[in-house]
């Protein structure tokens, strides 16, 4: 939901960015439990990046395998995720997509938190293959 959110407010000109180590005092509210949090604000259109490739992103051949619409499985490699892990890999086979998350990942997140925000990382990139 929150990257719906994060797409809506770029078509606003309002800048988003995860800010996934953020602490809140409060751990539930309402009976929801606190997930992540993501700041914004309104920017300037020329604020926003305007050339993907100069993104810092894993090679397409690193996370697809298989045959697919490369235009598809280009763009949805762009999905932002924490510090940049890329944790997704998939594999296209008969019409067919099987989508699966690296463990083995370096970052400078706590080992024992990583699980938890890659897991957000890919409910992100499905947003992404679904709107894609």
């Not at 083995?104 to 709107?131: A, H, R, V």
Request: aromatic share 12%.
């Amino acid at each position: 939901m929150l990257q719906q959110m994060d797409l809506f407010f770029a078509s606003l000109d309002i800048g988003a960015c995860w800010y996934a180590l953020a602490k809140t005092e409060e751990l539930q509210h309402d009976g929801l439990d606190y997930v992540i949090m993501i700041a914004f604000g309104k920017s300037r259109p020329e604020d926003f990046r305007k050339n993907i490739s100069k993104c810092n992103r894993k090679d397409l051949k690193t996370i697809w395998h298989g045959e697919f619409n490369h235009t598809v499985a280009d763009t949805v490699r762009y999905a932002p995720s924490a510090c940049n892990t890329q944790p997704w890999r998939v594999v296209s086979d008969n019409n067919c997509i099987k989508v699966y998350r690296h463990t083995l990942i370096k970052s400078f997140i706590p080992k024992n938190k990583l699980p938890y925000y890659n897991s957000i990382d890919m409910g992100i990139f499905l947003c992404f293959l679904e709107i894609v």
